[in-house]
């Protein structure tokens, strides 16, 4: 029976709209391997609407399900080379987990058609129809093809299980994460003084809150961003460790009402633990975005098992220590697509109990909004 072409889009719609008068859903899946591109996906989708009810509305209702794989054709046709019929069975403890993380996913979403999230919610369409749904929308295409090869439901929401479960957490923590500040301007260093002494005093604080340098460390970095008003005025130098004996004590008590741990130091613990996942981490060590992606990438490149990176810059804790939250910044490495890294960060910011705030948008950094509290090292 297979191969056989059916046709352009329009032949496809009357295909569908046959079968769900017959009761049955006729389900595309374009073959994971061969996806067809992005304008011809949108074609079949359209071709599956029901005039007046939608590409949702024909699901309630129906029977049972058939899925077709399609392979697109360079003339704008599509070849069918596999099909399954779903028969709805009673639901097991799988499905109902996989059902339920759906619906909560989409309830979550507010970009999901309200349609779509009530008739996962009230049970309007088979179990089978639902779990068809979430296979089609499985983003990773070999366990795409291992749901679809299963022989039961069950089968089938054992393996969509973790995905959607994690998708669900993911977007009821983005719904209740509030939304990042409008990012400072390229040129806004907050308070930072034009005098080279009030300069020395808001550095030597902003080191101290920061938390990530010891108190030892602090004359190299001092010595580095003043080096040549030093020169002009030795008198800097001489002031250099009153400075920095004023902002550590002035920390150490600011540090007595501190929970512990804080929400950064929960941060860190959960940063150090990346790389276990092959995630190299960087925070705050350059001052742009583009200083610390080149050096993580020349650092992934000496480490076989690096996948990606997470980042947060110099100006980005500048911005959280003066209150607005964190904005912290990611990308893949080697296969890696930076989303797969972002979605790791956020699962381990989940799992820490911090909130977050990230769109699914790889140009977008992922915002914590957090009161910057650290303890100095000691």
């Known amino acids: 029976m297979f191969p056989f072409n059916v046709g352009k889009p329009a032949s496809v719609k009357a295909w569908s709209r046959a079968g769900a008068a017959g009761g049955e859903l006729v389900m595309i899946h374009p073959v994971p391997d061969e996806t067809p591109d992005v304008a011809a996906s949108f074609q079949i989708i359209q071709s599956m609407e029901v005039p007046g009810k939608g590409y949702m509305g024909q699901l309630q209702g129906l029977g049972r399900i058939r899925i077709h794989e399609l392979r697109a054709e360079a003339d704008g046709s599509f070849t069918v080379v596999g099909e399954t019929i779903d ?162 004590r002035t920390q150490r008590r600011s540090e007595a009402s501190f929970p512990d741990p804080t929400p950064a130091e929960r941060l860190h613990a959960l940063l150090d633990r990346l ?57 893949g490495l080697r296969d890696t697509c930076s989303e797969v890294i972002a979605q790791a960060l956020c699962a381990a910011l989940t799992k820490a109990g911090l909130p977050w705030w990230w769109p699914d948008d790889p140009a977008v950094k992922v915002f914590v909004p957090i009161r910057w509290q650290r303890r100095l090292p000691r």
Do not use: W
């Not at 390229?186 to 550095?203: I, N, Q, S, T």
């Not at 008003?229 to 008198?235: G, N």
């Not at 790389?275 to 000496?302: K, N, S």
């Not at 810059?313 to 910044?329: P, Y």
């Open 275 to 331: 790389p276990d996942q092959g995630i190299l981490v960087d925070p705050g060590g350059e001052f742009t975005q583009q200083d610390a992606i080149g050096a993580l990438e020349q650092m992934g490149a000496d480490v076989p098992s690096a996948r990606g990176y997470v980042l947060y810059t110099e100006r980005d804790l500048q911005t959280a220590l003066r209150g607005h939250g964190l904005n912290m910044g990611f990308g």
């Open 87 to 248: 028969t709805p069975e009673e639901p097991g403890p799988e499905c109902a987990a996989v059902l339920s993380a759906v619906v909560r996913s989409i309830l979550a979403n507010p970009t999901m058609p309200n349609e779509a999230a009530a008739m996962f919610a009230d049970g309007a369409m088979p179990v089978s129809v639902a779990l068809e749904f979430a296979c089609f929308n499985h983003p990773d295409p070999a366990t795409k093809r291992a749901i679809l090869s299963a022989s039961t439901l069950e089968e089938r929401a054992a393996l969509a299980r973790p995905h959607y479960e994690a998708e669900a957490a993911r977007q009821e923590a983005r719904d209740v994460a509030p939304r990042p500040p409008p990012p400072a301007p390229e040129d806004d260093f907050g308070e930072y003084p034009d005098d080279a002494l009030e300069g020395m005093r808001y550095v030597a604080r902003s080191l101290a809150a920061a938390g990530n340098h010891r108190e030892r460390d602090f004359p190299r970095v001092l010595e580095s961003e003043f080096d040549e008003a030093m020169e002009a005025d030795p008198v800097l130098r001489n002031k250099m460790l009153e400075i920095i004996g004023d902002a550590v």
